[in-house]
């Protein structure tokens, strides 16, 4: 039995980047995956997305282009290039990824992790091929799989996940979008943007629900501006196939018909692997982890979407590089005293057009732990390089504590705001104060200026806002 220091099951950007920590750390792992190396963000996730998104938005600012004094080009979309573009990026990062396990020689084991077993102080995992590896550590780095909801199954061909419908390779005439949070509203805008009859589909009363409400209430009118038809309080009972298309039969009594839909009610924990003798403890198919990422299983950490935290890339590779930190100290025999990770402050971000961001706590949030709190906005109306862009549509909004005015959270909606957020996030994250921050200069025609007049307005001193 192949005996390594560190087995991580799954190469997302959880398990990938833990392997070139070890690795950097001199220590022996092994990544366990399946499928190729990047796991769901950079195959059939944030990244193909993100290739959509860029050529969705130019081609609408393509249409628009007489707003820009330019002529219009209203060509038809040639969806199979823009796929061979995406497909392109997609291979090249994986191969990039690779190339980095190349040189480090971190072994990459082509196969699906199907048991995991204590073996004295250690953990045998058994695996697809037959083969067995053992791990003085082992991190469950497994992911997430895409939810359905009873009585409907995705097929891939008319009832499509997050990962099927970057597969299709025509763009349909009218798409149903069954959850109106970050995937929903991402596809929606996507789709919308190539032409598409987008109808939303929200169960709550709000979309992207787990944002600042008045983010919320924000983004529904712009998405609604540009076309897509967004329903909220109305969940999916039934779809039928009928020669006119997939006929949905909703809560509200009504019926709709489209030619494909999409099923973005949430994502479940991936946990397809026994533990037949003990096995960690789980709560709704998430691994409990406590705050050094320790499952109930000696030796065995958990990071990335299969705990349930917080489920995006980023979150999964900073856990994944504590504990890659953790195991270090543990093997050279010292006490890690690593402070826990503060969900609160990792960045958010839905790619819609236009974008919503945040970091920190919401209004409501900041309102419930701190009593009084202040509430600094800014329009990007008021912004010269957000006129300039032609993209004015949107604001910031920054919420301090009301004694001494440290930043507690900041939320944008508007051009960039996935980029300016990291401005937010590194503010909020240092527990900066806002009269502190006014001595910083920001570099002018940008939309940072934005960020700043936000905060200098906590203090009403927002130099272009009355
Ligand atoms: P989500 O939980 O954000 O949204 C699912 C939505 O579906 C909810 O608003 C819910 O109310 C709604 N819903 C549930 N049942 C319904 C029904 N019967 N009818 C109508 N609506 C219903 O889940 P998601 O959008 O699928 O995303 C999954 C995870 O992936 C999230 O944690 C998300 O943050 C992450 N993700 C992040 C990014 C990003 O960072 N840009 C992109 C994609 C996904």
Redesign the pocket.
């Known amino acids: 039995m192949k005996e390594y220091q560190v087995v991580i099951i799954g190469g997302g950007p959880g398990g990938y980047e833990t392997a070139i920590r070890l690795a950097q750390y001199g220590i022996t792992c092994a990544v366990v995956e399946s499928q190729r190396l990047g796991g769901v963000c950079l195959n059939c ?2 990244i193909p ?1 993100k290739a959509l998104v860029k050529s969705a938005e130019l081609y609408r600012e393509m249409k628009e282009a007489d707003q820009y004094g330019l002529p219009v080009v209203d060509a038809p979309v040639d969806y199979a290039q823009v796929l061979e573009r995406k497909d392109k990026i997609v291979e090249q990062l994986v191969g990039g990824i690779e190339f980095l396990f190349k040189k480090r020689s971190i072994e990459v084991i082509k196969a699906r992790a199907t048991a995991v077993t204590p073996l004295g102080d250690k953990w045998k995992v058994s695996l697809d091929s037959g083969e067995e590896i053992s791990g003085d550590r082992v991190i469950l780095a497994t992911g ?1 799989v ?2 359905s ?1 009873p009585n409907i199954t995705i097929d891939e061909v008319d009832v499509l996940s ?1 990962t099927g419908i970057l597969a299709m390779d025509k763009l349909p005439k009218s798409l149903a979008v ?7 509203c ?1 596809f929606a805008s996507i789709m919308n943007s190539f032409g598409v009859e987008v109808h939303i ?4 009363p709000r ?4 944002e600042d409400d008045e983010m919320c209430r924000r983004l529904a009118p712009a998405l609604k501006k540009q076309g897509i038809k967004v329903n909220t309080k ?3 009972q039934t779809i039928k196939k009928t020669d006119a298309g997939l006929e949905l039969g909703l809560s509200n009594d009504s019926t709709l018909v489209v030619e494909k839909v999409l099923m ?4 479940a924990p991936n946990l397809d692997i026994e533990f037949p003798a003990v096995a960690p403890e789980l709560d709704k198919g998430a691994v409990v982890i406590d705050d050094q990422m320790r499952t109930s299983l000696k030796g065995i950490f958990a990071i990335g979407d299969v705990t349930g935290k ?4 980023h979150t999964a590779s900073k856990q994944g590089l504590m504990v890659a930190e953790i195991i270090r100290d543990e093997f050279e025999g010292k006490e890690s005293h690593m402070e826990p990770l503060n969900y609160a402050n990792i960045p ?4 819609t057009s236009p974008e919503l961001a945040s970091v920190g706590l919401s209004e409501a949030e900041a309102k419930e732990k701190y009593g009084e709190i202040i509430v600094g906005k800014f329009p990007f109306s008021a912004s010269g390089k957000a006129m300039a862009m032609g993209d004015t549509n949107g604001f910031v909004k920054t919420i301090a504590r009301a004694d001494d005015q440290t930043l507690l959270g900041m939320h944008i909606l508007g051009p960039n705001a996935a980029e300016l957020i990291g401005q937010g996030a590194i503010l909020v994250s240092l527990g900066a104060k806002a009269d502190a921050v006014e001595d910083i200069v920001f570099a002018h025609p940008t939309l940072s200026e934005s960020l700043k007049e936000s905060i200098e307005d906590i203090r009403k001193m927002s130099i272009h806002k009355i």
């Open positions: 996730g944030c997305t997430s895409p939810k909801l997050s069954i959850g109106g949070g970050v995937i929903g991402e589909i929200e169960f709550l979309i992207v629900a787990l109305v969940g999916l973005a009610v949430g994502r917080l489920a995006l890339a958010r971000c839905t790619f």
